[in-house]
Nanobody, 124 residues
Framework: QVLLVESGGGLVQTGGSLRLSCVAS????????MGWFRQAPGKERRFVAA????????SFADSVKGRFTISRDNARNTVYLQMNSLEPADTAVYYC?????????????????WGQGTQVTVSS
């Protein structure tokens, strides 16, 4: 069973930064594509970013390109989401997801394991 634990959320002002972390209990972490999704109140869960097991392949939603970066440390079984120039529209619960794969995955139905989420609130 895969366990994903997110951390790093919080309250930040517009223009601020946060770094989310997700630690995975996966023995073969480098075989997993990792993704970040977010869900705002009353809205569907949406793709934010993903990274392949090697860390070479990445993908971002258009709304976060140039502001967010995704990275991973396979030695620590951890994936990160660095969020800069935050806007109120970024306010949501952010979820980490995992799927054993060697390609980028950008839809929620493609992922098999999910974390419990961490709240990010950006004040104007």
């Amino acid at each position: 069973q895969v366990l994903l634990v997110e951390s790093g959320g919080g309250l930040v002002q517009t223009g601020g930064s946060l770094r989310l972390s997700c630690v995975a209990s996966i023995r073969t972490f480098s075989r997993y594509t990792m993704g970040w999704f977010r869900q705002a109140p009353g809205k569907e869960r949406r793709f934010v970013a993903a990274i392949t097991g090697s860390g070479i392949g990445t993908s971002f939603a258009d709304s976060v390109k140039g502001r967010f970066t995704i990275s991973r440390d396979n030695a620590r079984n951890t994936v990160y989401l660095q969020m800069n120039s935050l806007e109120p529209a970024d306010t949501a619960v952010y979820y980490c997801a995992a799927k054993e794969s060697n390609i980028i995955l950008t839809t929620s139905r493609e992922y098999s394991s999910w974390g419990q989420g961490t709240q990010v609130t950006v004040s104007s």
